[in-house]
Every structure is written in C-alpha cells, then in structure tokens.
C-alpha cells in the first residue's frame, strides 16, 4: 500500500514536471521575434511613408508643369512650349520632348539622355553608367517605389552619414545639420500632357535629408522602448517561474521528518544513476536500512526523539554516501540506500562498518538494525561483451526485494544483514499467491478440517480431538499450515480462517448429536489477532449457535503469546467465554513465554505441555525436563486444570505422563492428524 501511495505521488510529479517552465521560455523568445519583426516593419512602413511623400511632392511638380505646358500650348506647339517652360525650371532640371516611338525631339540640358524606348516597357529603369543614377519611371501615379529601386546606397554607408557630428553648436548649426542632404537619387518622371503622340519628360531628385532618418530611427527607438516594457516584465515573470518550480520540486523532494531527500526523489535519482551508460560497468547494491524496535524507542522518550533520531541518520547516510550513491527515508525508520560496491563481499563489510557506527550513534542508547541488500550487477552485451546502457529500471520492486532479505532476519540473533537471493524470490512470490488465492479458497471450502485425536494415557481410548486445518489446494495439492498460517497472521485474514474453523467444529459437533454418536470434546485455535475485539465471546456465540452445538464440547485454545498482550482486555474475554460454557486450554505454554502469573489470574480449564518438552537433547537436559514437566503437572492438577501432552512420538514418553497423571496426550505415537470421515471410523472401531 505504501508503495502504491509512493507511485501516484510519482505520476503526480512526472506531471509536474511536463507542465515546466519550457513552454514559457519558448514563448518568450517567439514573443521577441514577434517584438523583432513588428519593429522592423514598424520602421519599414514608416520609411516607405515618408519616400511616398516625397514621391507624391514630385509627382505633384510634375502635374504643375504639364498644367504650364498645355497652358502654352493653345498658342504654340509643344516644342515651342516645352522651350518655354524650361525657363522655370532649376539648373539640374532638365527636359525633353520624345514623338510616339520614344524619338527624341527636343532636349534642353545637359544630362545624357536615358533609351525611351524602353521605357513603356519597365516599370523602373536604372542606369549606372558614369556614377551617374538615373532612374526613368513611367506612368508614377500608379507605380510602387520599393527599396530596391528607390536605394543605391548601403545601411551602413548610410547610417555613417547621418552620425556624422554636426560643423558647429547652437541652433542654427543644428537646424542646418538637420536638413543636410546626404543622399540624392536622380531619375526621369514623365509630365503629364494631352498631347497626342508625344511625350514629355524631365529629370528630377529624389532628396533624403539627415533629419527623414532620424525620424525613422526615433520612430523605430520609440516603438523598441514600448515593446520592451512587456519584454522586461515578461522576462522577470520567466524568472519568477524558474525560481517558483525549483522550490516547488525542493519542497516536493522534501523528507519533512528528517529535512533530506523523500523516496520521490530517490527513486528518480536512482534511476539517472543506473542509466548512465558510464556507469553500466559498476556493480550497485540497493539496500534497506532498517532500524530495529522504533515505536518502542519513540514510546520509551518520545515522538520528538524518535525525530531527532530519524534526522541524525539522515546526517550520518549522507556523509557516508558518494556522489554516483544516493540515500532517502523510505517510511519510519527505514531507509534505502544506492551504494556503489565492487561485489557482494565489499558491500557487506561496507555496511558492517556503517552498522557498527551507527549503533552508537546514541551514546545514551544502543540501537540495532537490520540490513537486506539486493546487488545490481553490471550490464553486459552476451553477444559481443560490450557495455550497454540499463533500462527500465522498477526501483521500487529492487527495493521490495532488499526489504524482504531484511525481513528473513526478524527474530534471529546476532544477525544483522541478508543478501537476496532466488529462495527469498521464491517466498515472495509464495506470499503473493497465497494472498491472492485465499479468498477464493474461503469461498470454496479448500480449507479442510482435519482431526489428532487426544488418546488418555491410561485407558488408551480417544477423549478427545484438536481441529487442525489443512488446505487441499486444486492447483497446489496439499498445503502444510506453515506454509500459509505465518503469512495469515501477517496480513490478518487468520481472524477469518478461525471464523471457518470454529463453524465448521460446530457444524462436526451437531451433526455427531443429530447421528447419536458420542460427543467427543474438540479444542479449535483461537488466534492472538482475535482476541482484540471486545465482543469475540458474543462472535463465537453467535458462530456456534447457528449450528445448535453444545458449548461444553469445544475447547478453544489459545496461544501462549496472546497472554502477553492487552491483559485486562484477555481476562474479560475468557470469563465471557467461560461463562457462556466453553472451555479454554493454554496452547504450547514452555514455549518460552511461560508466566505463572497467566495460571493465576486467568481461569484456564486446560494446560497443552509444548512439545519442545519431550525432545531428547542429552541425558541430563531429558532428566531436568522431566524434572519440570512433573512439577508443571502437579502445579495444573492443584489449580484444577487438566493437562494434555502434545507432541508424544515414543512409548517411554506415554509411560512417563500416565506415572505423573496426565490427563491426555497428543501426538504421533498415537495418531496423526485425520480426515474426519477417518477420525469417525476410529471412534466407531473402538466403540
């Protein structure tokens, strides 16, 4: 569950990350062209425009001589008219007279005449020959002057020319600068005359002065200076975004408890490490950290504490950690580790020297944990043995499989780190199917009721029965209970099976009454897990009851270890139980949880000796178990308590209980656990 939540929080954060701040750049810098190319066309459009305007005063010259021409033609032809109005004209100003095939008729000046002929034909002409700029533009009202035409001089011959420092100071001299002329552009303009088969032309200039320029530049500064104040603001809030998403991924990266990194983050950091191609040649460990009995520590001194704790192991991991390794708290006090190591060997003693110095990392305290380590080997090409780059790396399920070495040490002393290999695999994937597969086996009845009988010592006859389960898996066959009772207890669905198995005792017991048969008393587990619950007693009841069962004929046991949990909560419960008519025994009691104080305050019906008991281990620890066994005998017949001898494999064993007066015994001396239906045919046979 925890690391399904650590997924989602992942996902949400790969979304983050495609929501950057990269589609905000890229439209800055679009925005910038776009500021780029407004300018310019800005500035374009403006130049074209004052061009125009000189242009069109041209133009309008021109109209006003052929107004003058045609004026003097109503007493003189066209010739003696031209000559005429040539007197009005500027000293640059020259004029001629072609017929209707461009044949020069008159020409007064002294500028070398361009070829007419073609000029009906271009819609601009220019010719460069003796640095002379002509330019014949026929029909102007209804011509485009472009840059091309219009312009013979470079940008920067240009600007040159108009940064050129003015001669003097004071108005006039900048008056004067101002409307300097720096270009002239030469070109012939046809009159317009009514004039039929003749026509006119003179020459003329086109005048840039130093100040037309600088209105466009001043126009083109203006035009940057407003453009840019979006820029500027836009640029500060590409800024603000960058710093924004740098601490939203700090604070999204962000271990609250010890102030690191979080697992978000060393996921991802692991997985740039591992797929570095230069680092497809090193060996890697992933490794769960896990400190031992935390809850007691915080419970013992505090959440705060336990805190500090948790942040002073942060601090020693990242000291201890390279640059190509990572660490990160994973939940409580786990942490994973990404280790660089040569081999399986370097690592364990790595992390041997960690342990030793992290146990004392509280003088006040000494503290264990508990390592498990998966190795990463290198990556290598079977085919050519080169070097290829890891993919698709589930950093997660590498971890899963560290913390599961680590889990195999829980309970065994003076060992303190596992390597995974294949077995602990293979109980994983042991643990997943039966976690899947046992609901459906509920729902079906794969789970059988099998019966040891309880034989007594001296009559030799059967007294009774222990309900065991056993599941006949369709797939598997036959299941042991050990192979799936430690991973019930674990996730908790054995409150379940003792649901099944006490039902189904009660369903035996009430069809044995139905059949007349004899009422054999049958003791059924109840699980420590239960016994949390403040109305197990009114549970059973109501379990036993739908079958019509007697109470007095089912035993419910209950595990030693249950006694050393919530007392007064135990001790309501049996004395209900009780008092609703069941009787209660102590399973496995000498397993190594013995109190004598359990005896005492509990009302207990039944005393099970543990098996360990009566295992031959030399003959002077036989005699000191007998010994104990004796006296454990005596003690249950002073406190009324019958006594049942479990685990009973040789006849010197029998012996010895029916010399001591126990009650019942149990084993394989006797019988094994059975079917019902075989249980019954040897009640039958004794009978």
């Known amino acids: 569950m925890r690391l ?110 361009p070829n007419f002929h073609e000029a009906g034909e271009m819609r601009i002409y220019e010719d460069f020959s003796d640095d002379e700029k002509y330019s014949i533009i026929p029909n102007m009202e209804d011509q485009v002057l472009n840059s091309e035409s219009a312009f013979i001089i470079s940008i920067d011959e240009l600007w040159e020319l108009t940064m050129k420092a003015p001669p003097g100071k004071g108005p006039e001299a900048e008056e004067k600068w101002l409307n300097e002329i720096i270009y002239s552009l030469d070109y012939w303009k046809e009159i317009p005359v009514n004039s039929q088969g003749y026509h006119v032309y003179y020459k003329d200039s086109l005048k840039l002065m130093r100040k037309d320029v600088i209105y466009i530049l001043a126009v083109g500064a203006i035009a940057v200076i407003v453009l840019m104040v979006p820029v500027i603001l836009l640029f500060i809030n590409v800024l603000s975004s960058i710093a924004m998403q740098k601490r939203m991924i700090k604070l999204l990266y962000l271990d609250t408890i010890t102030g690191g990194k979080n697992w978000v983050y060393f996921v991802q950091r692991c997985k740039t490490i591992l797929c570095r191609i230069r680092n497809a040649r090193n060996t890697y460990a992933m490794i769960n950290l896990h400190m031992d009995r935390y809850q007691d520590y915080c419970a013992c001194y505090g959440n705060k504490a336990g805190e500090e704790l948790l942040e002073n192991i942060n601090g020693f991991l990242q000291a201890k950690t390279g640059r190509e390794e990572t660490f990160a708290r994973f939940a409580k006090a786990d942490f994973g580790l990404l280790l660089k190591c040569e081999g399986t060997k370097q690592c364990e003693q790595r992390m041997k020297k960690m342990l030793a110095e992290l146990t004392g990392i509280n003088r006040e305290r000494r503290l264990n944990y508990h390592v498990g380590i998966y190795m990463i080997p290198p990556v290598t090409n079977q085919k050519d043995s080169g070097l290829q780059q890891r993919r698709q790396i589930d950093v997660d399920q590498i971890y899963h499989y560290a913390t599961a070495a680590g889990e195999n040490l829980h ?6 780190i596992q390597v995974f290999d294949h077995q602990i695999l293979e109980e994983q994937l042991w643990k997943r199917k039966v976690e899947d597969t046992m609901e459906p086996a509920l729902l079906n009845k794969e789970f059988q009721i099998y019966l040891q009988p309880k034989y007594s010592p001296l009559s030799g006859k059967i007294v009774g029965a222990e309900a065991l389960v056993r599941w006949i898996s369709p797939t598997e066959g036959l299941i042991a209970p050990g192979r799936f009772i430690p991973i019930f207890e674990e996730n908790g669905f054995i409150t379940r099976l003792d649901d099944y198995m006490i039902s189904a005792v009660a369903k035996l017991q009430s069809e044995w009454k139905l059949q007349g048969k004899k009422s054999i008393p049958v003791s059924v587990n109840v699980s420590r897990a239960n016994f949390t619950k403040p109305d197990l007693a009114q549970h059973i009841c109501h379990l036993v009851d739908g079958y019509g069962a007697d109470h007095a004929v089912i035993e419910l046991e209950v595990t030693e270890s249950a006694f050393f949990g919530d007392k007064d909560m135990l001790q309501k419960i049996i004395k209900e139980l009780k008092m609703y008519g069941f009787h209660i025994s102590m399973d496995d009691f000498g397993a190594g949880y013995s109190s004598l104080n359990s005896l005492k305050d509990l009302p207990i019906d039944v005393l099970k000796l543990d098996m360990e008991f009566f295992r031959s281990k030399g003959d002077e620890t036989e005699r000191r178990g007998e010994i104990v066994v004796r ?57």
């Open 4 to 113: 399904y939540r650590y997924k989602c929080k992942k996902q949400k954060i790969k979304g983050f990350h495609k929501k950057s701040i990269w589609p905000s750049i890229v439209l800055f810098f679009m925005y910038l062209v776009f500021c780029f190319l407004l300018v310019m066309s800005f500035i374009s459009v403006f130049g074209v425009y004052i061009i125009s305007s000189k242009m069109d005063e041209l133009s309008d010259n021109a109209r006003h001589l052929g107004r003058l021409i045609e004026g003097r033609m109503q007493e003189e032809d066209i010739l003696d008219a031209v000559s005429y109005v040539s007197g009005y004209l500027r000293k640059e100003n020259d004029i001629c007279v072609t017929d209707g095939d461009f044949h020069v008729l008159l020409h007064l000046g002294e500028t070398e005449l």
């Open 411 to 416: 309970g065994e002393e003076g060992q303190f």
């Open 631 to 687: 006296e454990t005998i005596q003690l249950a017949k002073n406190l009324n308590m019958k006594i049942v001898a479990e685990g009973i494999e040789r006849r010197e064993q029998v012996d010895f209980l029916a010399e001591q007066g126990c009650d019942m015994i149990q084993g394989f001396y006797y019988a094994k656990p059975m079917p019902v239906s075989e249980f019954n045919e040897r009640v039958e046979r004794e009978s």
